[in-house]
């Protein structure tokens, strides 16, 4: 492994008000780069101030979008460590991704290594207060100075660090959602599956369709039939439909989420019955029709377990669990939190402690 060089800033940041930082707007003193050329490798992983940096206005990702990211989370536990909620787990989807979008595999140790260093140096800037974090972005973009469509023979990688609170501004009270009826967001055989920005470039305008509706995000349907639930805009999907917790099964066009897997993961060791299977509009419809819809909420990082109170689609409006947080949602939210800020014991290596503060 590289030995990964520190360049401290002169100009350090002050840290803003725990109790007013919204969602990726600040950001920590430094960032971690790596750059990769085609026959060298990954290589010269580093840590610089964090700045502007420059690209040639022809650089490929500017262009024809080559590029991925990551969303994980750094919290502050009762017991004073810094610790990250499951990275190999995180670095290992971004290499997934950098296979769908045709860019070079990571090598994940150093990768993580060069995050641990990072948070390790910027760790004054973690809020303590329960629903905060550091969130993490690593992402990679194509920097080939080329108009031409082919992949990048050089890229840059990046991680930097956003101190941040809940996702959503409403935090662990339910959301409404529009169902879109006329927009799709993937395909089967596309890129759906991928972090990657073209993927939330094409929910933008349902989003702000759905905003001026007065709802928080959209759950798409696939975009064959418009008939099977896939995801939320940023977060996977769960119904509890008599006591069963389904979510829709990753056919290539739904994001693999770490938040879903863990959900499905203690669901099932709960004793639970857990599918991923396809479930169909009507299917949610027909059970809040007989009663059997009991909760649904959304999984993701950002937005950790996010209860949904309303679905609307095609004007028809289905208010779930008297637009309250359901059992479910609760028992997963406080397993999940209670594990990212050392409340609750972790038996099963999610959580990994970079520094004890
Ligand atoms: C995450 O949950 O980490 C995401 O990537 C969603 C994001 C687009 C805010």
């Known amino acids: 492994?590289?030995?990964?060089?520190?360049?401290?800033?002169?100009?350090?940041?002050?840290?803003?008000?725990?109790?007013?930082?919204?969602?990726?707007?600040?950001?920590?003193?430094?960032?971690?780069?790596?750059?990769?050329?085609?026959?060298?490798?990954?290589?010269?992983p580093r840590i610089v101030p964090y700045e502007e940096f420059s690209l040639f206005p022809s650089a490929m990702v500017l262009h024809y979008g080559q590029a991925i990211f990551e969303g994980m989370k750094a919290f502050k536990t009762c017991d004073n460590r810094l610790v990250v909620f499951r990275t190999r787990d995180y670095l290992q989807r971004f290499n997934r991704s950098a296979d769908i979008l045709c860019i070079p595999n990571i090598d994940v140790d150093t990768v993580q290594a060069g995050l641990f260093k990072l948070l390790e140096i910027d760790k004054r800037w973690l809020p303590g207060k329960l629903g905060t974090s550091i969130y993490i972005r690593p992402f990679i973009v194509a920097t080939d100075p080329y108009v031409g469509v082919k992949c990048s023979d050089t890229y840059k990688l990046f991680i930097i660090l956003s101190p941040s609170g809940t996702y959503y501004a409403q935090g662990f009270n339910p959301v409404g959602i529009r169902v879109e009826d006329k927009y799709v967001r993937a395909v089967p055989g596309g890129i759906g599956e991928a972090k990657t920005p073209g993927n939330y470039a094409a929910s933008l305008r349902a989003q702000v369709e759905a905003k001026k509706e007065g709802y928080a995000q959209v759950l798409w349907l696939d975009g064959v039939e418009r008939k099977y639930v896939e995801e939320v805009g940023t977060m996977n999907i769960f119904f509890k439909i008599n006591d069963e917790l389904i979510t829709p099964a990753l056919n290539g066009s739904i994001l693999g989420g770490i938040t879903r897997r863990t959900v499905l993961e203690l669901a099932r060791e709960w004793g639970m019955k857990v599918s991923e299977r396809q479930i169909s509009i009507d299917e949610i419809f027909a059970a809040h029709a007989n009663g059997t819809l009991q909760e649904a909420f959304g999984s993701g990082t950002a937005a950790v377990i996010s209860p949904v109170g309303e679905l609307s689609w095609k004007g028809q409006k289905l208010v779930i669990n008297n637009n309250q947080t359901g059992p479910t949602s609760q028992k997963l939210f406080d397993a999940v939190t209670g594990m990212q800020y050392g409340t609750m014991t972790d038996n099963r290596g999610w959580v990994n402690t970079v520094t004890k503060l």
């Open 1 to 44: 492994m590289s030995e990964i060089s520190v360049q401290m800033t002169n100009k350090p940041g002050t840290m803003p008000d725990e109790e007013k930082l919204g969602f990726g707007t600040y950001f920590t003193d430094h960032m971690f780069v790596m750059d990769y050329q085609t026959g060298k490798g990954w290589h010269s």
